[in-house]
């Protein structure tokens, strides 16, 4: 049998210097995904109880708790606590500063985007 002639073999392209994309700070508090979670139910939604975010992020009592907790203590949800009755409601809305800071968000991931696809 007669052999297959070999292709020439082609030199490696020079290696490039990588693309320095410039990204944007994220901010940290909101891009942890379960406070990323609680500013998107509370983007589509008014307000929301203690219990329908429980059950909005399938999570315990004390997930909810503490990143609601610090997403108040940065001025991003406003907690307002009442009773129906003998039972507690803690009921969570979004603040305009809050707002402001997942629009940045926002803006910053589809920068990342645009930057990772080359746009």
Do not use: W
């Amino acid at each position: 049998m007669a052999r297959a002639a070999r292709k020439p073999v082609e030199a490696p392209e020079p290696r490039r210097e990588p693309v320095q994309a410039k990204f944007p700070d994220l901010d940290r508090l909101i891009h942890e995904k379960t406070r990323l979670a609680i500013v998107s139910a509370l983007a589509v939604n008014p307000s929301v109880t203690f219990n329908e975010m429980k059950a909005i992020l399938k999570t315990t009592d004390g997930n909810v708790s503490v990143h609601t907790r610090k997403l108040e203590e940065a001025g991003y949800l406003a907690c307002k606590k009442s009773f129906e009755g003998r039972i507690p409601r803690t009921e969570y809305s979004l603040t305009a500063s809050g707002r402001r800071a997942l629009e940045k968000y926002l803006h910053h991931m589809e920068a990342v985007i645009k930057a990772t696809r080359g746009e």
